[in-house]
Nanobody, 125 residues
Framework: EVQLVESGGGLVQAGGSLRVSCAASGFAFDDYDIGWFRQAPGKEREGISLISRGESSTYYTDSVKGRFTISRDNAKSTAYLQMNSLKPEDTAVYYC??????????????????WGEGTLVTVSS
């Protein structure tokens, strides 16, 4: 059974840091690109970061560039999103996803095959 399980969400003050993790099982993790998405209350889900299967390339949407860092440990089948300098507007449910052939077109991530259930990140002002 394919599973992606996010963890590490919580409540943090503005300016603080948080690292969310995505533990994968049931598929060949190192054959998949991994993306992080978020959905804020009343807004559409947006793709915010992507890392290629071989870690050779990464993508960040403009709103998180310079503050967030995506990484992965293929030996542990786990991906991470380190979030620094958090802002109240970063409050959202954060989801990880895996795709064999993910791509970014005009700041939109396409091609994800598997999704996690999400973890809530709340940034207080």
């Amino acid at each position: 059974e394919v599973q992606l399980v996010e963890s590490g969400g919580g409540l943090v003050q503005a300016g603080g840091s948080l690292r969310v993790s995505c533990a994968a099982s049931g598929f060949a993790f190192d054959d998949y690109d991994i993306g992080w998405f978020r959905q804020a209350p009343g807004k559409e889900r947006e793709g915010i970061s992507l890392i290629s299967r071989g870690e050779s390339s990464t993508y960040y949407t403009d709103s998180v560039k310079g503050r967030f860092t995506i990484s992965r440990d293929n030996a542990k089948s786990t991906a991470y999103l380190q979030m620094n300098s958090l802002k109240p507007e970063d409050t959202a449910v954060y989801y990880c996803a895996a795709g064999r052939h993910a791509t970014v077109v005009i700041e939109t991530i396409f091609g994800m095959d598997y999704w996690g259930e999400g973890t809530l990140v709340t940034v207080s002002s």
